[in-house]
């Protein structure tokens, strides 16, 4: 099938985040699927926050592929109807905070 | 590497904020953070995690069931076992958080021929140059080893070849790390601390590794005994591909999963 | 210096344009920068999806970025307080395209709107930027017209030079590229029914449609030219096209108004052969001087076979203007390190 692989990233830092994409393109490939692999910038930045989502969410991929598997947030914002997550970790903010202060 | 403004922000965030309750600009930040992942989660057809550790957390925090699908490592056949050579590595990048600092302290308390090999490239140049401090400190240079450079990835599977055991203490990390894991492949036992967050989802104590407190001399203590005691050494590495096959952390599964209709 | 390069993507979809973007990356790298390629999805059908396409762009936060080349629409329109435009087109529906009436933005209210806003991002993008570069005259040529933008053309250079060493001078004419009726290989074809020499043609490369191959095909049978011309038609390996390019007598390339130089012409001048070309050929004219680097003739089936009669009754002339039109093309200076030495300066 066409796989869509897409995560956020910061250029030129690679980690285990890029990695997995970066393997998992190379393995869907080996078992015969077209893989495109998409990195959009994000920066965790509150002031510009709202503004970055709104640029993943303006993206439709419901034509470009079969399946879309998402990793980083806000990956998972893109539009598509046969989404797939893969999800390593949530935003900074949510996880430095604790659940505690989460239900307000 | 982080952004010229996140710091500040973050340190607001992380101490003083927490205690705000009413600091009406950061709690609409948070409500619309788990807005949006409310919006993303909710759309996928399925969830997938790396950890338990994360799908908790997706529970606690966002109410959504996932399911766990352990990252597998790349090509990791070419992880093999040659030796048990009295020598703990630990491969990975040279970061406060991954505390290598533990495994020199720990290096003056041991009583065996035991040896320290780390190996890893560095974001920040000051901590490996606390190491190397360290070592000189407490005349550990014939027992500690730093090769503070970016290791290719055979050199890795060549130290990882000729251990007897590779340590991995990060602080409360949110997997098992790939550094576990490779050494799991090449039959070599885990060496990590009960801080270290996700790493025991793949060791348990005893059986491919073990697992002690985040304290020089336990760790101290830890080494002689994967160096002293080579047999049980060596079953707790050949007990690895069995934990890795049990936990079934492959590509195929993983592919079989993402590709499901 | 950290040098991004931003490109769109339709996925599963490569091109020209693509292939560009790569080899820049590449020679960035080889010039000692740390270079990347960000792509950014894109798609413009419904034709209202183009608002959100922008808005996306608009919003998008770059950091731990030094400079960004930006290659494309909408990907230009991420904001960076560094850019280098390397444009190798706007988006043509909102421009000559939508004038000529070949465009999906509609001729209504809305879509003049929508066809204003394009062209008010795309002002506002091209005033902001530190460097301004176009692929081709043509190119500069709309920025011009249509935004009263000036910039300076950087034509993209050939890939891999060192495939293009010339090997000899032997009994054909080559005639590369991709195969359509708007590249008009069937034209050179046609003229090998009326030539007197001893000329060879060869004509290699991917036929776009099944309908290309069989336009050749036919011709080559209807005028019983099996001696004379050689078809090879289909994705060829790289080195098939080389070794073809560096040993002909001379290359032939006749598109009808082609943007930039072109390929194929600059692989030509490189293995030292002259172009034959013709007189509507576009941007192609700009490395071939009639008489001097090559040959510019009228369109015609006659015509072209009296230049390639001429190329191959006097060897040595041809020969020689080989040589004149690798000196030509060297002397345009375009190569890969004066590129990324004005991209990233």
Redesign the interface.
Known sequence: MKVVLASSFVPFIKGGATAIVEWLEAKLVEHGHQVESVFLPFVERPETMMDQLLSYRMLNMTESCDRLIAFRPPAYLLRHPSKFLWFIHHFRATTICGAHNIAA | MVHPSLPRYYDLWGTQYCGLEDNAKNRAFRKRIFATDEVGLSESARIFTNSKIVSNRLKNFNSIDSEVLYPPVFQSERFHCESYDPVIVCICRLEDHKRQHLLVDAMRYTKSKAKLVLAGASHSGSYPRKLKLKVLKYCLSNKVKILDRWISEEEKSQLLATCCAAAYLPFDEDSYGYPSLEAQHACKAVLTTNDSGGVPELVTHGVNGLIVDPNPKAIAEAIDQLVTNPQKTRDMGQNGPVRINELDISWDRVIRKLTAA | M?I?VVNN????VRGGAEELADHLVRHLRRAGH?A?L????F?WDPAD?LY??M???????????DRVIALKFPAYL?PHPNKTMWLVHQFRQAYDLWDSDYSLIPHSDSGTRLRDAIRAADNECFASVNGFYCISPTVQQRLRQFNQMDCQVLYHPLNDPENFQCQSYGDYIFAGGRINEGKRQHLLVEAMQHVTSDAKLIVAGPPETKRDAERLQRIVKQHNLQDKVQLELGLLPRERIANLATNALACAYIPFDEDSLAYVTMESCEAKKLVLSASDAGGVLGLVNDGETGFVSPPTAEELADRIDRIFTDRAKSIRMGEASYANWRDKDINWKNTIQKLAA
């Open positions: 950290k991004l993507m339709v996925p599963f740390d990347d960000m792509r950014i999805p798609a999806r959100d396409e808005i996306s762009c608009l919003n998008m936060e770059l950091w731990n970025v991420i």
